[in-house]
C-alpha cells in the first residue's frame, strides 16, 4: 500500500527521530536505548564543570541536581 498527501508519496524509511526520540520501523527499542544514554552521558560529563568548582556551595550544586531531576518527571511524567 502506498501513502500519498496531496499527490505527493510519502517515502519509507527504516528509522527517524520525532520528538527527541527514535522511532524505527520494527520498534527496536536499543537503539533507543543507546542515544539516550549517550544524551545523559554528555549533560552529565558537562555537570564536572559545575560538580568541581569550589566557588559554589554544595547546596547550590544539590539544589541544581535536584532541579533537573524535577524538570525530567515533568518532561516524562514519571
Not at 21 to 28: E, F, G, I, P, R
Not at 60 to 70: A, L
Request: aromatic fraction near 10%; charged fraction near 20%.
Amino acid at each position: 500500500m502506498r501513502l500519498s498527501i496531496n499527490n505527493v508519496a510519502v517515502e519509507n524509511v527504516p528509522s527517524f527521530v520525532y520528538l527527541g526520540s527514535t522511532l524505527t520501523w520494527d520498534n527496536d527499542c536499543p537503539v533507543e536505548i543507546k542515544n539516550r544514554i549517550q544524551k545523559a552521558t554528555g549533560v552529565y560529563s558537562d555537570l564536572k564543570v559545575i560538580w568541581n568548582d569550589t566557588n559554589i556551595r554544595i547546596e547550590q550544586k544539590i539544589q541544581h541536581v535536584s532541579f533537573q531531576y524535577y524538570c525530567m518527571r515533568q518532561i516524562h511524567g514519571r
